[in-house]
């Protein structure tokens, strides 16, 4: 049964809706900002779990020249096979009636429920008439294979007797052939025999006779046969020789070089002795000087970099008129210019999606992120009318362009300063933990974060809660030692959570603003190491969790942040599971124009990208730029 149906424009304005069921939660809203606003029109379906009650599955279709979304929503566990009809219906009847100045459609109801009524009568029709069928092709099948199973039976009793039948009788031959022969010649041919073999098995229902080898092996004794036990003490005997020969010339044994400055290898690496765990930035050993916080971080000087990508973008604008950019090379060949008044078919622009899915597959983008965005793009084209002198090469561009800037604009604003100072003022630290696979630079980039942190007058501490990998704990305290920072740490092999936990509490009694917990790199797949971050999190509530990635990944990006996702959710211990809140892109300066994985981690997750690093150095770290990365795709 049909729950809910609303027609609404792609501005937002309600034309008409109608419960059939009382509705828990709000699932139209949270398909506007999951899948429309975000640019996946793509898929086909959208799931909503409410707070409380059964999930709702949602279809939806649109009317590209008038602007108008038809949703219909309905329980999950139901498999409604009329809706797919119901929405092209009602789509039809209601652009007929619909016009630009009205905003109310009451007598609509009567042709809709007329239209859902005739719906559900031909869905029961024809799934009525599908049983029979399907049970006479089942009683069919039943009776092949039984039939089958008869022949088969009988054909094994035919082959059985012929093969009684024929070893008999070439038993009988063989030993009128030996009484004919004599017996004169007790031992063969071993090659005879092993032949006589292979035809005698070939007439016994192919089965193999391995008496024939045994007795080929047995006829001749390999060479090198068993050592007499005199012959073996004195092979030992020379053995024994040539070893205290070899001792005698052997000099003394290569010992480990010591560098100037290290460690000894029987100390220990272990720091939990400690009274607090808090170790000052004068505390460590590592020799590393404290740098000038005087140089600031590109973070803050994102504004003039925005300004002079706009004006490159301008220059490459006019430059475009030119030599032509991507997709009006795609376009070159489309035999269609759409002018006037006509609307634009999937036939006009799949020339170019076709082409912008290699281009995108090329830039790094995954695939299965590629396909959808173009479906995407796809959708929000087909039924729209182009102005007059419109090409079809400028519309797909806007849309694609449109596309991308949507699916990169972060849904909710994450302001890292902001939200620390509303923390400072309840008298909590704001708490960041970094997760994320191995080797991807989470404790280089977390300290050009620590940084930052403090050039904006926060105060800052560092938790090393990787207790796993050797030297994660020496890696923070140089970059706490530069940075004048404190870190807590607690050693190797101690429980992440709880080294998490303890350093939040001294975090509290020292005033601390902002506390960054470094995590320990495990793959998706790592289930212990998986279930270990997420008692972490849910033990200890983080105020933001980020993950970083590469921006050298491309499809293995769509399953990290999936898997991810999917564990702390199945870990969870309450129903509202913390996810991954924001995204830091590292190597961003190795890539070139391969941006894709920014757009693929982006959509997978619908987390923003916070901090893009690219660069060796504390102030390499930057927001991103939405546009361009645009003009990196489409170049």
């Not at 504004?303 to 032509?324: F, K």
Request: charged fraction near 25%.
């Amino acid at each position: 049964m049909l729950d809910s149906f609303c027609i609404f424009t792609k501005g937002g304005a309600l034309l008409w809706t109608i419960q059939l069921a009382a509705l828990r939660g709000d699932p139209v809203n949270a398909l506007i900002r999951t899948c429309l606003l975000e640019e996946r029109l793509g898929e086909s379906s959208f799931s909503y779990t409410p707070p409380s009650g059964s999930a709702y599955t949602m279809k939806w279709t649109l009317h590209n020249g008038l602007g108008l979304v038809f949703v219909a929503v309905y329980q999950r566990a139901l498999k409604l096979l009329y809706v797919d009809e119901l929405l092209e219906r009602v789509k039809q009847e209601f652009s007929q009636q619909y016009k630009p100045d009205q905003f109310k459609y009451k007598a609509f109801e009567e042709s809709f429920r007329q239209m859902l009524k005739d719906a559900e009568n031909s869905a029961d029709m024809s799934k009525h008439s599908a049983q029979p069928a399907a049970r006479a092709k089942a009683y069919n099948r039943k009776q092949s294979t039984s039939g089958s199973g008869v022949r088969q039976a009988s054909k094994g009793e035919d082959d059985d007797a012929d093969s009684d039948s024929t070893t008999s009788g070439s038993s009988t031959d063989l030993q009128t052939a030996g009484k004919a022969n004599g017996a004169g010649e007790e031992r063969s041919n071993t090659t005879d025999q092993f032949a006589a073999s292979n035809s005698s098995a070939g007439e016994n229902n192919g089965a193999f006779d391995t008496s024939a080898i045994k007795n080929k092996l047995s006829v001749k004794r390999p060479p090198g046969g068993k050592m007499s036990k005199k012959a073996l003490m004195e092979r030992a005997k020379d053995d024994r020789k040539k070893s205290e020969a070899g001792d005698k010339t052997k000099g003394k044994p290569k010992e480990a070089r010591k560098w100037a400055g290290g460690r000894d290898k029987n100390e220990s690496l272990d720091y939990s002795e400690k009274s607090d765990g808090v170790r000052g930035a004068s505390d460590g050993d590592s020799g590393a000087e404290s740098i000038s916080m005087q140089q600031k971080s590109l973070v803050d000087m994102q504004e003039a970099v925005d300004s002079d990508d706009s004006e490159e973008e301008s220059t490459a604008n006019g430059a475009g008129s030119r030599t032509g950019g991507l997709l009006s090379s795609f376009v070159r060949n489309i035999g269609v210019n759409v002018m006037g008044t006509q609307s634009l078919s999937l036939e006009d622009i799949q020339p170019a999606l076709e082409g912008l899915k290699s281009k995108f597959i090329d830039r790094n983008v995954a695939e299965e992120i590629a396909s959808k965005l173009c479906e995407s793009v796809a959708t929000t084209l087909v039924g729209k009318k182009l102005g007059s002198f419109t090409r079809v090469s400028t519309a797909v561009r806007t849309a694609v362009e449109e596309a991308i800037t949507r699916i990169l604009t972060p849904k909710r604003s994450i302001d890292v300063l902001r939200e620390a100072q509303a923390a400072r003022s309840r008298g909590k630290p704001y708490v960041i933990v970094f997760v994320g696979v191995n080797g991807v630079g989470k404790s280089t980039n977390l300290a050009k974060i620590a940084y930052w942190l403090v050039q904006n007058k926060m105060k800052v501490q560092i938790a090393a809660c990787d207790t796993f990998r050797s030297g994660a704990v020496e890696q923070l305290r140089t970059h706490c030692n530069r940075l004048s920072i404190p870190l807590y740490e607690r050693g190797y092999e101690k429980d992440p959570a709880k080294v998490a936990y303890e350093a939040i509490k001294s975090a509290e009694r020292s005033n601390i603003d902002v506390l960054l917990v470094d995590t320990a790199g495990r793959m998706q797949d790592n289930e212990p190491l998986m279930r270990a971050l997420s008692n972490l999190i849910n033990l200890n509530e983080p105020d933001l969790t980020l993950f970083v990635g590469e921006a050298l990944v491309g499809n293995d990006a769509v399953d990290q942040l999936t898997k991810f996702n999917q564990r702390l959710a199945d870990l969870a211990r309450t129903p509202t599971a913390q996810m991954i809140q924001g995204l830091v892109l590292t190597k961003m300066d190795t890539i070139d124009d391969k941006v894709g994985a920014a757009l693929s981690m982006v959509y997978v997750s619908g987390a923003p990208i916070m901090f893009v690093g690219c660069g060796q150095t504390y102030v390499d770290l930057k927001k991103l730029n939405i546009k361009s990365v645009v003009r990196s795709l489409l170049k």
